[in-house]
C-alpha cells in the first residue's frame, strides 16, 4: 500500500493545512453576509464506538466537495456538525460495562470529531450540536411542553413491540424476523402505557407539502405510501348474535356483495368474545404467536397467509347473508379499526386466504376487455358490477358512490377517508434519552390544588391528560418552561425494571417528589415536605422520548446553538432559512423525515418558524458495499476503517477515490487497489505542479508560453468540472482533471495562473493538496475563497472532432481527426487502432460507412 514519502508527503501536507484551517477559523460562517447564503446539512450521525464508516465518509466528503464549491463560487455557506447522541446502544453499553452512557458518548464524540476533521471537511466548528447535552435537549423539552399544551400529545394504552431481554419497546424497523434488531432477542406485542403524538392531525399538510419539494421521487412516494391517503366508507356489519357490530373500512363498498367473511387482528377487543369454545385453544395460540411477530412481518406480502375461525358469523349489511368471522395477522388492529371485510374475488390477499381455507369466491366486478387477471388471481381494478343485486350493470366507481348513499341511509356506513399513518409512539422504556418534562399526580391532588392560585390552568388548557393505574386516577402536570431542563439522575443503574417501565423508575428519590406548583423544583418524598411555596406529591415520568426526538429540529439549533434565552433568534432564522440542500443516507426516507416535517409544520403555527418545510432539496448517496460486494459488518470482517486509509493514502486520496468509484448516488464496493489509482493521480499533480524545496517544478513559469492546446484542454476543464459541480457528478469531474494532467504530462509548461486555476479547481475534491499548490504559487489566503475559474468558449473550438470507430455497427474504439477528413485517412486511423483492427483482422470489409465528423463503420464478413 502506497505512504506517505517525500514526492508525495501527504501527511505533513494535510495536518498543516487541517492545523492551518481550525487556526484560522477558516470555516466559520457569519450570521449575516451581503453574500447569498448557502445551507448545507448532513444528517447528522450517531457516535457509535465503532467510529465513522466508509458510508459516513462518502456522505460527508460528499457534501463537503459541494460546500466547497459553493464557497468558491461566492456564497456563505453553512456546514455545521454536530451528534446524534442519545439512544439505546450507548444504554446497552453502559449495561454490560458499567460505564455510564454520558462518559461512552462523549468519548465516541471525541473519536467522531477527530476522524472528521482528519478528512479535512469545511465544517463551522462553532455550531457543533450534542443532543445529549442539557443545553440542547432543554429545547426538545420545550417543543414537547408546546405539543403538550396544544394537545398534540396525549397518553395510551398501545400494542408495542416489547423486548424483554432489552426492557424497552422497540420501533417496527427495529424489530427483523421477530427478534430485537440489537441483540436479536425475542420480541413480543403487549399494551403498554405510552405517550403519542398527534401526527394524525398533520397528515393532510404532510401530503400537500411533498409536492414542494426537490426530493427524489421514490423518497416522496415511501411518504405518500407510508401517510396512505384513502377515500371510501366505513361499513357496519351487525353480529349474528344480535348483541354487537363490527364496522370495518374499505376503498371499495363497490365489492361489498362481494364479501364472503371477515377477519379481525388477533388484538381486536372483540375476539375475546366472539370465540367460541371449541375453536378457543387455536385461537389461543394463534394469538400468542402472532404477538411475537412485527407489523412488517405479519403484512409481507409473500408470506403465507393463516388464520383461525372464531365460530361465530356476521350480517353483510347490502344482502342480509351470513358471513364466517376470522383472525388472521395479516390485519393489524392499527389500521383502520383492526377488522376488514375479505372480497376474495378482488383482492389478492384475501384471494389467498380463501383459496387455502376453502372460502367461497364470488365475482362481483367483471373487468374491461382485456384486462382480464390470469386463472386463479384476483382482479383488484375497476370495471362493471355484477352479482350486485340492483347495482348490476353499473360501472363500480358510480356504484361506489350509490352503496355509500345506500348505508348512509340505512344507518349501516358512511363516507370516509383514512390514512395509514398512525399516531407517533413516543414513549421509550430507557434511561438514555429526553426525560418528559412531565409529573403525574393523583386525583385526590390534582382536585385539591384546582383552586389555588397557581399556574395549573395555564400550563394545562382544557381537559388534562390521564391514565388508569391499580385503580387510581392521574393527572399530566407539565413543569413550567423556567424548570428545562430537567436532566437525567445519576445512577449506576440501568437495567430495566422488567415491568415494563424504564430504568428510571428504580431510582425512586428522582421519580417519587414533592413537586413546586411555581417553580417545577422538584425534591425527594424519603426527606421532609419544604415549608415555603405550594408543594405537592408527585411522581416524574419514567418513559424518556425516542432517539427520534433529537433530530427532528437540530437542522434549526445549528443557526443559533448558543442562545440560552429562546430556541432560535428570528434574525438569525430569517437569513438562514432552512437547509438549501439535504443530504443523508435513504434508509431515513420515511420516519426521520417524516417526523422532522410534522414538527416543523408544528413550530411553524406556533411562529417560530416561517418556511413551510424543512429540507427544501434532498439527496440520497449510495451505499458502499464491503470489498466482496456485501453490505459492512463486523461479522463479515469487510469494514473499510477510514483511519487506515488515511494513514496509508492520505485524506485527499480517500475522499477522491470515494467520489471517483461512480455516481454519487450509487451502490458501488470498495475495492482497495482502485484507490491507487487515484493515488498515483494526487502524487503526480504533487511531484509536476507543488514540486519539492522551495522554486516551483520546472514545468510551471511564467516565462514560458503554454501551447495552444494545453490553454484549450485547461478551459475545456474549467467547463466540465464547472458542470460537474452543479450536478453532483464529483465522479467524472475527477476525470476531467485526470484528462488536464495527461495533457500536462505532454507538454513542456504551464502558466502559473493556468496552474493557479487547476488548484481551485481541485480544491473541493482535494482540499488539503489544493491549499499547497495554492500557496506554492503566491496564492494568497485559503483557496477555498480564491473564486472560481471562467472559460473562453472562443478558446475551446478546435479543428478536431472525437468520431466513434464501428465494425458491424458496434463499437469498438475511437479516433481525434480533422473535420475535413476524408474516408480513407480514417479508415486508415480505424485499421491502425489495436482495440479496432482485432475486429478486423482475417475479415472482408464489404462495405464503409462514413459519417464525417460523428462514425466509421466498417461492415465484415468472415
Known amino acids: 500500500m502506497a505512504t506517505s514519502n517525500k514526492e508525495y508527503p501527504f501527511t505533513e501536507i494535510e495536518q498543516r493545512w487541517q492545523q492551518f484551517w481550525d487556526k484560522e477559523g477558516t470555516f466559520t460562517a457569519p450570521n449575516q453576509s451581503e453574500k447569498p447564503k448557502y445551507y ?29 464549491y459553493k ?18 446502544p450507548a444504554e446497552q453499553y453502559a449495561v454490560k460495562t458499567g460505564t455510564h452512557p454520558a462518559k461512552t458518548t462523549l468519548t465516541n464524540i471525541d473519536n467522531f470529531r477527530r476522524q472528521i476533521k482528519a478528512l479535512g471537511l469545511a465544517i463551522d466548528w462553532t455550531r457543533e ?60 406485542r403487549r399494551n403498554l402505557r405510552q405517550w403519542v403524538l398527534r401526527i394524525t392531525a398533520y397528515a393532510d399538510r404532510l401530503l400537500e407539502g411533498l409536492d414542494k419539494l426537490e426530493w427524489p421521487d421514490s423518497t416522496k412516494a415511501m411518504q405518500r405510501n407510508w401517510i396512505g391517503r384513502s377515500t371510501g366508507a366505513n361499513v357496519t356489519f351487525s353480529l349474528e348474535s344480535g348483541d354487537d357490530s363490527i364496522t370495518v373500512y374499505t376503498t371499495r363498498p363497490d365489492t361489498l356483495f362481494g364479501a364472503t367473511y371477515m377477519v379481525l387482528a388477533p388484538e381486536h377487543p372483540l375476539v375475546g368474545k366472539l370465540v367460541t369454545g371449541e375453536n378457543l385453544k387455536a385461537a389461543q395460540k394463534y394469538i400468542q404467536e402472532a404477538a411475537g411477530k412485527s407489523d412488517l412481518l405479519r403484512t409481507e406480502l409473500a408470506k403465507e397467509k393463516s388464520g383461525v375461525f372464531t365460530g361465530s358469523y356476521a350480517i353483510n349489511p347490502v344482502n342480509g347473508e351470513r358471513i364466517p368471522i376470522w383472525i388472521a395477522d395479516y390485519v393489524l ?8 371485510m375479505a372480497v376474495p374475488a378482488h383482492d389478492e390477499r384475501d384471494h389467498e386466504f380463501a383459496t387455502k381455507f376453502n372460502l367461497p369466491i364470488i365475482d362481483v366486478i367483471s373487468p374491461p376487455e382485456g384486462e382480464e387477471p390470469e386463472e386463479g388471481e384476483a382482479f383488484t381494478g375497476v370495471g362493471t358490477m355484477i352479482n350486485s343485486g340492483e347495482f348490476n350493470g353499473l360501472d363500480s366507481v358510480t356504484g361506489k358512490e350509490r352503496i355509500i348513499a345506500q348505508l348512509q341511509a340505512a344507518g349501516k356506513g358512511e363516507a370516509a377517508v383514512n390514512y395509514k399513518l398512525r399516531d407517533w409512539l413516543f414513549s421509550r422504556q430507557r ?23 397557581t399556574a395549573v390552568t395555564a400550563l394545562v388548557p382544557g381537559e388534562p391528560v390521564t391514565y388508569h393505574q391499580d385503580g387510581t ?22 437495567e430495566p ?78 437569513y438562514w432559512g432552512v437547509p438549501d440542500f439535504y443530504m443523508g443516507g435513504a434508509e431515513h426516507a420515511v420516519l426521520h423525515l417524516l417526523y422532522a416535517r410534522f414538527w416543523h409544520l408544528f413550530l411553524k403555527d406556533m411562529g417560530v418558524v416561517t418556511d413551510d418545510e424543512p ?48 455516481p454519487l448516488e450509487d451502490m458501488k464496493p470498495w475495492n482497495s487497489q482502485g484507490i491507487e489509482g487515484v493515488h498515483r493521480f494526487l502524487r503526480r499533480v504533487c511531484r509536476d505542479l507543488v514540486g519539492s524545496g522551495d522554486g516551483l517544478p520546472p514545468k510551471i513559469a511564467s516565462d514560458k508560453p503554454e501551447s495552444t492546446e494545453m490553454t484549450r484542454v485547461l478551459h475545456e476543464t474549467i467547463r466540465k468540472v464547472t458542470a460537474d459541480y452543479d450536478n453532483i457528478r464529483f465522479n467524472t469531474a475527477l476525470s476531467q482533471l485526470m484528462i488536464f494532467m495527461n495533457q500536462l504530462n505532454k507538454e513542456e509548461s504551464l502558466n502559473v495562473e493556468s496552474a493557479k486555476d487547476f488548484a481551485r479547481l481541485l480544491a473541493p475534491l482535494a482540499p488539503h493538496l489544493a491549499e499547497e499548490l495554492w500557496h506554492k504559487l503566491g496564492g494568497e489566503g485559503s483557496v477555498a475563497f480564491a473564486g472560481w475559474p471562467t472559460w473562453n468558449e472562443d478558446l475551446l473550438k478546435t479543428d478536431e472532432v472525437q468520431i466513434g470507430l464501428l465494425v458491424n455497427g458496434k463499437p469498438r474504439g475511437e479516433a481525434k481527426v480533422s473535420k475535413t477528413a476524408k474516408q480513407d485517412e480514417v479508415l486508415a486511423l480505424a485499421q491502425a487502432d489495436e482495440k479496432v483492427s482485432a475486429h478486423l483482422s482475417g475479415k472482408e470489409i464489404i462495405k464503409v460507412i462514413y459519417v464525417p465528423g460523428k462514425i466509421l463503420n466498417v461492415v465484415v464478413r468472415g
Open 40 to 68: 448545507l446539512l448532513d444528517m447528522f450521525p450517531y457516535p457509535s464506538g465503532a467510529g465513522l464508516h466508509a458510508g459516513h465518509v462518502e456522505n460527508f466528503a460528499g457534501s463537503d466537495i459541494l460546500g466547497r
Open 497 to 574: 425494571a422488567g415491568d415494563g417501565e424504564s430504568p428510571l423508575a428504580n431510582n425512586h428519590d428522582w421519580v417519587n417528589i414533592w413537586f413546586n406548583l411555581e417553580t417545577g423544583e422538584g425534591v425527594p418524598q424519603s426527606g421532609e415536605k419544604p415549608s415555603s411555596g405550594t408543594w405537592i406529591p408527585a411522581r416524574r415520568e419514567t418513559n424518556t422520548m425516542p432517539q427520534w426526538a433529537g433530530s427532528c429540529w437540530y437542522y434549526l439549533r445549528y443557526l443559533d446553538p448558543a442562545n440560552a434565552e429562546a430556541i432560535l433568534d428570528p434574525a438569525i432564522r430569517d
Open 431 to 453: 434511561y438514555w434519552g429526553e426525560p418528559f418534562p412531565i409529573v403525574w399526580v393523583d386525583d385526590e391532588t390534582w382536585n385539591s390544588i384546582k383552586d389555588l392560585k
Open 333 to 340: 388492529m392499527s389500521y383502520g379499526t383492526g377488522a376488514i
Open 615 to 662: 429540507f427544501k432539496k434532498l439527496f440520497h448517496q449510495g451505499i458502499i458495499l464491503g470489498e466482496d460486494g456485501e453490505k459492512m459488518s463486523k461479522s463479515r470482517g469487510n469494514v473499510v476503517n477510514p483511519d487506515d486509509f488515511i494513514a496509508s493514502h492520505g485524506a485527499d486520496s480517500l475522499r477522491a477515490y470515494l467520489m471517483f468509484m461512480g
Open 129 to 188: 450540536v450534542n443532543t445529549t447535552d442539557p443545553h440542547y435537549f432543554r429545547w426538545t423539552q420545550w417543543i414537547f411542553l408546546k405539543l403538550f399544551q396544544n394537545k398534540l400529545a396525549y397518553v395510551d394504552e398501545r400494542p408495542v413491540n416489547w423486548c424483554p431481554e432489552l426492557g424497552t419497546v422497540l420501533a417496527n424497523e427495529e424489530v427483523v424476523d421477530g427478534k430485537s434488531e440489537v441483540g436479536g432477542h425475542p420480541v413480543e
Open 473 to 494: 386516577l392521574y393527572h399530566a402536570l407539565p413543569l413550567p418552561e423556567s424548570a428545562l431542563p430537567l436532566e437525567l439522575p445519576k445512577t449506576d443503574n440501568y
Open 71 to 88: 464557497l468558491a463560487r461566492g456564497f456563505n455557506v453553512l456546514h455545521p456538525m454536530g451528534w446524534d447522541a442519545f439512544g439505546l
